[in-house]
């Protein structure tokens, strides 16, 4: 019998890329952001928001409970004022 100890030298790769989980509509009303997809549904309070960052791409919302959301969408100066302006009420 005998054992063979070694050490492997190998290393870790990681990707990062964009995967799409759903298509729907992104919906903003006075009091809550609603993502309605074809396959899931989310509804996040406003005052369940933390923050969001905006993207030439989109939007990430920042929960104070629960995960982050992505969007990858096309949001103009005007909506994301709205955005804005609605969040900060």
């Known amino acids: 019998m005998y054992y063979k100890?070694?050490?492997y030298g190998g290393r870790r790769l990681t990707?990062?890329?964009t995967v799409t989980d759903d298509v729907g509509?992104?919906?903003l009303t006075n009091k809550k952001l609603s993502f309605i997809g074809e396959r899931k549904s989310v509804t996040t309070r406003f005052s369940?928001?933390?923050d969001?960052?905006?993207y030439d791409d989109g939007i990430e919302?920042?929960?104070s409970n629960g995960?982050?959301?992505t969007f990858i969408c096309d949001l103009d100066t005007a909506e994301q004022t709205l955005m804005s302006r609605a969040l900060s009420e």
């Open 67 to 69: 995960k982050h959301l």
């Open 52 to 54: 969001v960052i905006y």
């Open 25 to 27: 509509e992104l919906i």
């Open 15 to 17: 990707e990062e890329k």
């Open 48 to 50: 369940a928001i933390h």
């Open 5 to 7: 100890i070694g050490v």
């Open 61 to 63: 919302v920042q929960r």
